[in-house]
């Protein structure tokens, strides 16, 4: 029997939940930054004749970008790190999901391949790390110049 490659459910449910699951806190990060945002801009650029479109798209947009590099991140971060909800969804036999973190856990526990699951787990953390070290560098620069 000739084996499918290629996108399948089980990856659309976990994609589903994950969004389910994360939506609430990137709304409570955008939230508290368009809360930040003061009345007072909104009435100024409304006064100088901004649409909200224009509002949005040229002054409160570009103020929350700090918090867009951060969910990014973050979130990035979190789906590299997926294992549980992977596990609790679809199971240790369910490979076809393809996610590192399985894939980890059964080199390592099943396969009983600690050095592989080991140095999978090491090419796990890099790839969080080149999410996150340019972050904390240029965020490290902001702060200096100030």
């Given at each position: 029997m000739e084996e499918i490659h290629g996108f399948n459910l089980a990856a659309l449910g976990i994609i589903m939940a994950t969004i389910w699951q994360y939506s609430g806190y990137t709304m409570a990060l955008y939230l508290a930054g368009f809360t930040g945002i003061s009345q007072d801009m909104r009435d100024a650029a409304m006064l100088d004749g901004a649409s909200s479109i224009r509002y949005y798209r040229h002054i409160a947009l570009p103020m929350v970008k700090p918090i867009t590099i951060s969910a990014v991140i973050i979130l990035s971060h979190i789906s590299l790190k997926m294992f549980d909800l992977i596990f609790a969804m679809t199971g240790p036999d369910n490979a076809e999901t393809g996610?590192?973190?399985?894939?980890?856990?059964?080199?390592?526990?099943?396969?009983?391949?600690?050095?592989?699951?080991?140095?999978?787990?090491?090419?796990?953390?890099?790839?969080?790390?080149?999410?996150?070290?340019?972050?904390?560098?240029?965020?490290?620069?902001?702060k200096g110049s100030r």
């Open positions: 996610h590192p973190a399985l894939t980890m856990y059964l080199t390592t526990f099943r396969a009983n391949e600690f050095a592989r699951g080991a140095a999978i787990a090491i090419v796990l953390f890099l790839i969080a790390a080149t999410f996150i070290i340019p972050y904390l560098i240029n965020n490290y620069r902001q």
